[in-house]
Structure formats: C-alpha cells, structure tokens
C-alpha cells in the first residue's frame, strides 16, 4: 500500500481518503522452520512502484464480527476476495512521513522521498 490510514503517533488520520496504490500479494504460509511460500509474477513489466506499507486483514470475515465487522460486506485483501477488515497496518515514520518499507529514504527539498534502489 503507498498510504496509511494512521498518523506516525497511531492515531487515525482524519484526512485518510484511500490507500493509493496497493495489491494483494501473497497468503504466506510458514512450516514449523519458519520457511514460507511467497507468489510474485515475472511476467508483469510494472515500473518501478513504491509501497511503503504493510497491512494485514482478517482471512474471514465473520472472525472480526466481535470487533462489530458487519461481515456482509467483505474486503477484496485476501486469496478468494473475500476478507474481514485492515487488522494492522505499518505507522509513518515521525522523521520522514514515509512508510516502514521504505529503508532508503532521502531529503528532496523540504521532503523525503524513498530512494527505491535501496
């Protein structure tokens, strides 16, 4: 995701209006080594795209009714497009307003911007 529904303190930013570009990239699964299975596609020339966010949603949507989820209305985050809602999703960093993926940032002007060959 290039943007994050919450502040750099955590709290919920009250202009938030979408998280840009974003994609679902893979369930990850782990065996009891901590080996995992991740999905990419070699086959799909984008150019360079920064996304400096993770998020991670409920599988099911009926697991996150306790958290008052109407589970009628599902979230596309999830391998059958049918998930629950954001559950966690990485904060700003408080020095560069960039994202937890971006580890290459650098000072443009009076902003940072991530130096994507990092």
Request: net charge negative.
């Amino acid at each position: 995701m290039q943007n994050s529904n919450l502040l750099a303190d955590g709290q919920v930013n009250p202009y938030f209006t979408n998280f840009g570009f974003a994609w679902y990239q893979s369930d990850l699964t782990a065996d009891s080594n901590g080996n995992q299975i991740v999905g990419f596609d070699p086959a799909v020339n984008l150019v360079p795209t920064n996304t400096f966010h993770v998020g991670f949603w409920f599988d099911d949507p009926n697991a996150a009714a306790a958290c008052g989820f109407n589970a009628s209305k599902p979230t596309p985050f999830n391998g059958q497009h049918q998930a629950g809602p954001n559950t966690m999703i990485s904060l700003l960093n408080k020095t560069t307003d960039l994202g937890a993926l971006c580890t290459g940032p650098i000072r443009q002007g009076n902003v940072y911007v991530c130096n994507i060959n990092q």
